[in-house]
């Protein structure tokens, strides 16, 4: 078992941490790669930390072996700040064996000190692994349903 330390993301990691996500985005959940630039824009926007916040898993050796990526968003409804836990990632090797709970351990401390009212995330539901992962990290399932459009611009909209 590997131990791993958790902590923010930092520009030197870019290149580890471009490879992990497209492992995630291309193998784990098989949509397309994005355009080279554009993951590049979104990795760069999160280290700025304006928007939203990496965190990496490392080993010992230096290797990241897993992220986590909280986006600040507000909620209406509590008049608050609320983060969305967009992604959470270990490499199969390394899964099992804490990676994932300290990823996870590491956003809900940052919420706790920066006062974010919740944290909230959403998983596949094919993905049973992580449903039991964030059932045993004290996650409520929602009752909400969550839906998606892609906008599209044209004439007289």
Known sequence: MTQ???REAVISDIPQLKTLML?????????????DEKLNALIHELLEQKVGIQFVAETEEGALVGF????????T????KIAVMNDL?????????????????A???YAARHD???????????????QAFYD????????????????????GD
């Open 23 to 35: 492992t995630y985005i291309v193998d784990f959940y098989q949509y397309r790669q994005p355009e």
């Open 77 to 80: 409804l509590r008049a608050a």
């Open 68 to 75: 986590a990526t909280l986006y600040f968003s507000f909620s």
């Open 116 to 130: 974010y009212a919740k944290i909230t995330w959403e998983t596949a539901p094919e993905n049973l692994r992580a």
């Open 4 to 6: 791993v330390t958790v």
């Open 136 to 155: 045993k990290m004290g996650g409520d399932r929602g009752h909400w349903l969550t839906y998606s459009v892609i906008p599209t611009s044209g004439m």
């Open 89 to 105: 990632f270990v490499v199969e090797a390394e899964r099992g064996h804490g990676a994932a709970a300290k990823l996870f351990a």
């Open 107 to 109: 956003c809900k401390g």
